[in-house]
């Protein structure tokens, strides 16, 4: 069953430190993996896509990595602003069928000055 | 500006009466699709579109309909809301669904309480 997992479901860190969310997934065979930030009550917002042939890619503060050989991806957050509070999701889009997006449950991140 | 628009924004109903949301989106997309979160669940697909009067089912279908008559708008249809439909449901659209590159764009979401 094609799947996404994420960890840890909730962190807190404190304004100015760094954190690092992972990803899992099962979906095969793999087209794309996409990170998303939504804020609370609010639509998600695309952060970062990526194909199996990419390995890492970075918007701003945000760098998101890709090891398709493992099935792994992570978001790596650098000196965090209180602004990064949000819920951080991973979908996966299988190439088998396209239409279809596999969402993780989310990481609830909480930054407190 | 591009973006995608849901009315209402919160709704407040009872059971078994009849009620729609709408989507609006005006960036030519031919993809749109509704989704329901709710707390440890994450988003759930309940129906997508590909274009003009084709629809498909997602993940949680029961007990919703849509339609697309028109490429811009996927309204979302209870006809007999129950209370495990209180929701926050969002609406998004992009050009194609998983497309290499494809950004999805989320409307601002609609919180449903069925009571």
């Known amino acids: 069953k094609n799947q996404v997992e994420q960890s840890p479901q909730s962190l807190i860190i404190l304004e100015g430190k760094n954190c690092t969310l992972q990803?899992?997934?099962?979906?095969?065979?793999?087209?794309?993996l996409r990170w998303y930030k939504q804020d609370t009550g609010r639509g998600p917002v695309s952060l970062t896509i990526m194909t199996f042939s990419e390995n890492t890619k970075s918007n701003g503060r945000y760098t998101a990595t890709l090891d398709a050989d493992t099935k792994q991806s992570s978001l790596h957050i650098t000196a965090s602003q209180l602004s990064d509070s949000a819920s951080y999701i991973c979908v996966v889009s299988s190439s088998y069928n396209t239409d279809k997006l596999i969402f993780g449950t989310g990481t609830r991140l909480q930054v407190f000055p | 500006e591009a973006q995608v628009t849901q009315n209402p924004r919160y709704l407040i109903t009872v059971t078994g009466k009849k009620l729609t949301v709408t989507c609006s989106q005006n960036?030519?997309?031919?993809?749109m699709s509704w989704y329901r979160q709710d707390p440890g669940l994450g988003l759930r697909q309940i129906y997508y579109s590909m274009n003009v009067e084709v629809t498909d089912k997602g993940d949680v279908p029961e007990g919703y309909k849509v339609s697309r008559k028109e490429k811009r708008n996927f309204p979302l249809i209870l006809e007999s809301p129950s209370p495990n439909q209180t929701s926050l449901y969002f609406c998004?659209?992009?050009?194609?669904?998983?497309?290499?590159?494809?950004?999805?764009?989320f409307g601002p979401g609609t919180r449903l309480t069925v009571l």
């Open positions: 960036m030519n997309h031919e993809y």
């Open positions: 998004a659209s992009s050009f194609l669904a998983g497309a290499l590159t494809d950004t999805q764009y």
């Open positions: 990803c899992n997934y099962t979906v095969s065979p793999f087209s794309n």
